[in-house]
């Protein structure tokens, strides 16, 4: 398994655009080839760590979350990486490695790991290595329902899980789930949605669900509205909700990406 993460730096003055930026009402494309050192932000209470922002409430654009890619240099992190005690967060880890304090104790991140952080409780996150880490961290203000209890914190590891198998695939569409999509607990969803060559979405995915898409690995043709868009490991998509979408894996590897979706929520009226 392989993890995309940012080039930083920035482009020569030779260097061609990369073609393939779009903003538009049903959704976006930010290629990996723009996200340049130039369009870093720094965050309160980081230490040692730039972000790249990704997604974030916008008239027009995201509604229900925000996602950084958060690249950690030695030694960096943050005692307090989320200040306002109404937000959930999950990272995700995509390069390098890290500690996570979310209540109970030291636990080590290396690629591939997920923690959920409920809101409420505070968690500590620095990379103790010698080389950056790079993470995702995705951030949600939490809809509570009385009678429903919020969830705990937990960390895992995307080895640790078998992918779910989707109907029909024969093997070649899955996708890896971090928590159990029956549990009314959470209110979204990151997941790792999984094509082997060839593998596809077979039909043109019109839902609720808004959609944050960062390409881990691989290449395919994605359909976003009513356009084909060739997006590759380091891309991201953003997609309203009811934006149709589909997938075509092309390539000759695996093609893979990180999944945010809000979830199990009536809509507000």
Not at 6 to 12: E, Q
Not at 250 to 263: C, E, H, M
Request: aromatic share 12%.
């Amino acid at each position: 398994m392989t993890y995309a993460t940012p080039i930083g730096g920035l482009p020569t003055q030779e260097a061609k655009l990369t073609g393939k930026a779009v903003f538009t009402t049903a959704y976006a494309v930010i290629p990996g080839g723009v996200m340049r050192d130039i369009v870093t932000s720094y965050l309160p209470f980081w230490e040692k760590s730039r972000a790249w922002v990704l997604a974030r409430p916008l008239s027009g654009f995201a509604e229900t979350f925000s996602q950084y890619i958060v690249e950690i240099k030695p030694s960096g992190g943050s005692n307090n990486p989320e200040p306002d005690n109404q937000v959930e967060s999950i990272i995700f880890v995509t390069s390098g490695s890290l500690i996570i304090n979310h209540g109970s104790g030291d636990q080590e991140m290396l690629p591939g790991g997920y923690a959920y952080c409920p809101p409420g409780v505070s968690y500590v996150i620095k990379n103790t290595g010698t080389k950056n880490t790079t993470i995702h961290l995705f951030r949600k203000r939490y809809i509570s329902v009385e009678g429903i209890l919020a969830p705990k914190p937990f960390t895992t590891n995307e080895k640790d899980i078998k992918p779910t198998v989707m109907d029909h695939s024969k093997g070649a569409w899955s996708t890896t789930r971090f928590v159990d999509p029956e549990d009314l607990r959470y209110d979204m969803h990151v997941n790792i949605v999984n094509f082997k060559p060839g593998g596809v979405i077979p039909f043109e995915e019109t839902h609720v669900m808004e959609h944050g898409i960062y390409i881990l690995e691989g290449s395919a043709e994605y359909l976003l509205n009513k356009d084909w868009v060739h997006v590759e490991a380091g891309d991201f998509l953003w997609l309203r909700a009811f934006c149709p979408q589909a997938c075509q894996n092309t390539g000759s590897g695996n093609f893979r990406y990180l999944l945010y979706k809000d979830v199990n929520r009536h809509a507000k009226l």
